[in-house]
């Protein structure tokens, strides 16, 4: 049963604008999440996480935000450019040093 | 790939034949993992590593097995390769204690495997 659950297989934007893309978790033992990008043909790369002490955390234009209450997250690009076009995955850990993916996001960015 | 090879990086074979693919790494990472990626599925773990013959199962272990036998290369096999297996495998590594306390993961470039 998938922990980590990303329920929009797609996104479209117009460059310049916001992106947001949301995540869903059910283990309450995850204390870290984190956002991966990737392109086709590429292996995945680490974008930005979070710890479950905070509710936001930026590193220039993404914004990643954690509600834990809600069991949600979200990672929010702006503003939104053509490279930013590719895979976003959501994952999560607890202490046994293992990650659990989402299914994973596509993000388009129209120019 | 930050010191992370695999290999092979595309490989098509026959239902029934076993398959073994490598991950090389040069970082001296303690952790080291392997997943396979579907659409609609994500990433999904099937084994992974905490040192030289410590490994352990992940959730689509089944088919699959590995083994470590020094810090840099972690192998996967398949015994007896069948179509469900068709998919692109991921390796990756992690080192323990990062500064921010999550567990990341650095990612090899994939291998694709197609069985017939």
């Known amino acids: 049963d998938q922990q980590v659950k990303q329920n929009s297989p797609s996104l479209s934007v117009q460059e310049g604008r916001i992106s947001i893309l949301n995540c869903d978790y059910t283990?309450?033992?995850?204390?870290?999440f984190l956002w991966y990008k990737k392109y086709p043909a590429e292996g995945p790369t680490f974008l930005i996480s979070i710890s479950s002490i905070k509710d936001k955390n930026e590193d220039g234009r993404f914004t990643v935000f954690l509600n834990k209450s809600a069991k949600h997250l979200s990672l929010h690009i702006v503003p939104s450019q053509p490279g930013d076009s590719a895979v976003y995955f959501c994952?999560?850990?607890?202490?046994?040093?293992?990650?659990?993916f989402g299914a994973g996001t596509t993000v388009t960015v129209r120019a | 790939d930050a010191g992370i090879t695999q290999s092979p990086r595309h490989k098509v074979t026959e239902t029934g034949t076993p398959v073994t693919l490598r991950c090389h790494q040069t970082?001296?990472?303690?952790?080291m993992y392997w997943y396979r990626q579907d659409p609609g599925h994500g990433l999904r773990l099937i084994h992974y590593s905490y040192g030289v013959k410590d490994t352990d199962k992940g959730e689509v272990s089944d088919g699959y097995s590995v083994s470590r036998s020094k810090t840099e290369d972690f192998l996967l096999t398949l015994e007896s390769a069948t179509s469900s297996q068709t998919s692109v495998y991921f390796c990756?590594?992690?080192?323990?204690?990062?500064?921010?306390?999550?567990?990341?993961?650095?990612f090899g470039a994939g291998s694709r495997l197609t069985v017939l």
């Open positions: 990756a590594i992690s080192e323990e204690g990062t500064s921010s306390g999550a567990n990341v993961l650095t």
């Open positions: 283990n309450s033992m995850f204390d870290y």
């Open positions: 970082e001296n990472h303690r952790y």
């Open positions: 994952a999560a850990s607890g202490n046994d040093y293992k990650l659990s």
